[in-house]
């Protein structure tokens, strides 16, 4: 029996503030095994599934579409399912990641035309809105929206591909966001795992995603219970403050 919350409950922000929150990318896996992947990283412990979608456009790489996802959703019932879109035109997967089971729908700042379209049409197909940053953006293009969205993810690699170096000067972005919205759910997303978990923590990160770390972990669930007793202390820090 899987360990997850239901995937109809919010992730993070549950009204008592964020929570530390550990959600595997499965980027590195065995995509060929994604189901049984997937419910290994569950019954190991992660609240949450971080699905990448590239599109060969926005990144120079290609993953999975929806009919990805509507086929996990059969096999992977329970999980809250954190749909990472680096993609262009990210209004057009809307409809057919929500039809498909999605329950959060992140899509990159750079590549929105009309961000509060965006948001709008996101929550009308009754998912979550997460908002995604590249390392090069600057975290006020964001601000202006942060009001209307459930989380923002700030990217800690240059989005494409798994396995890469965490860049640790992005967690000034994640500190200034957490300073300034103290209820928000705060992503990083790329290189994190046990060795970084602390600076991600310390600067205020609540939804953790990490992929190669846990995928080629030997214990992925002492992995994970590290990065959220990390994670649940540096919000406690922040509270006191
Ligand atoms: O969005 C991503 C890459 O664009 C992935 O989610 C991210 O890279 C996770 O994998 P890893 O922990 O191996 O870096
Ligand atoms: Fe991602």
Redesign the pocket.
């Known amino acids: 029996m899987s360990s997850v919350m239901s995937h109809k409950m919010a992730a993070g922000n549950c009204g008592d503030g964020p929570r530390a929150l550990i959600g595997p990318?499965i980027?590195?896996a065995d995509l060929a095994d994604l189901a049984a992947e997937s419910n290994r990283l569950l019954d190991a412990g992660a609240d949450y599934l971080?699905l990448?979608v590239?599109d060969g456009h926005f990144?120079p790489?290609l993953t999975i579409g929806h009919p990805v996802i509507k086929c996990l959703r059969r096999r992977v019932p329970a999980a809250f399912f954190d749909m990472?879109m680096?993609v262009e035109r990210p209004e057009r997967w809307v409809q057919p990641m929500a039809d498909a089971g999605a329950d959060q729908y992140t899509f990159h700042v750079e590549a929105a035309g009309d961000v509060a379209a965006m948001v709008r049409h996101v929550r009308e197909a009754g998912m979550r809105v997460g908002v995604a940053l590249k390392p090069g953006t600057a975290v006020d293009v964001v601000t202006p929206w942060v009001d209307r969205v459930d989380m923002v993810l700030v990217?800690?690699?240059?989005?494409?591909?798994?396995?890469?170096s965490?860049m640790a000067d992005m967690m000034a972005k994640v500190r200034y966001l957490r300073e300034n919205f103290k209820d928000l759910d705060i992503e990083v997303?790329?290189?994190?795992?046990p060795v970084n978990i602390d600076a991600c923590a310390d600067a205020g990160a609540n939804m953790i995603?990490?992929?190669?770390?846990?995928?080629t972990s030997s214990d992925p669930a002492q992995a994970m219970m590290t990065m959220r007793t990390s994670v649940t202390r540096g919000l406690d820090a922040f509270k006191k403050v």
């Not at 990217?155 to 890469?164: I, N, S």
């Not at 995603?209 to 995928?215: K, P, W």
């Open positions: 990318s980027l590195n971080h990448d590239m990144v790489n990472h680096m990217m800690t690699v240059e989005p494409g591909f798994g396995g890469q965490f997303d790329g290189g994190v795992g995603v990490s992929g190669t770390a846990l995928v």
